[in-house]
């Protein structure tokens, strides 16, 4: 059973940073575009980083474009995501899936909380 596991987010003063971290014991990151998604109280989940098999293409929404950067370590079974200048609108629950198709439902983790408030 392939399940997504991610940690790393925390509680950081606007303009701080996180890294975060996505893992699975699948071999879900040799076959995958991988992503990185959010959700706020009472709104959907929404992709904000993605980032292509061999991590030469990385997309980003506009929201947080120049500030988050994702990358992948495909030995490792793992993809990140480093959150600079953070903003209160970033806080949210991240959590990773695959990319470029949709996300498989049973692989949705718990997901890392990340809140920034002063």
């Known amino acids: 059973q392939v399940q997504f596991v991610e940690s790393g987010g925390g509680l950081v003063q606007p303009g701080g940073s996180l890294r975060l971290s996505c893992t699975t014991s699948?071999?879900?990151?040799?076959?995958?575009?991988m992503g990185w998604y959010r959700q706020s109280p009472g709104k959907q989940r929404d992709l904000v980083a993605s980032?292509?098999?061999?991590?030469?293409?990385?997309n980003y929404a506009d929201s947080v474009k120049g500030r988050f950067t994702i990358s992948r370590d495909n030995g490792k079974n793992t993809a990140y995501l480093q959150l600079n200048n953070l903003k209160p609108e970033d806080t949210a629950i991240y959590f990773c899936?695959?990319?470029?198709?949709?996300?498989?439902?049973?692989?949705w983790g718990q997901g890392t909380q990340v809140t920034v408030s002063s």
């Open positions: 899936n695959i990319a470029g198709r949709l996300p498989v439902e049973g692989w």
């Open positions: 699948g071999r879900i990151f040799e076959f995958y575009t």
């Open positions: 980032i292509t098999l061999g991590g030469s293409t990385t």
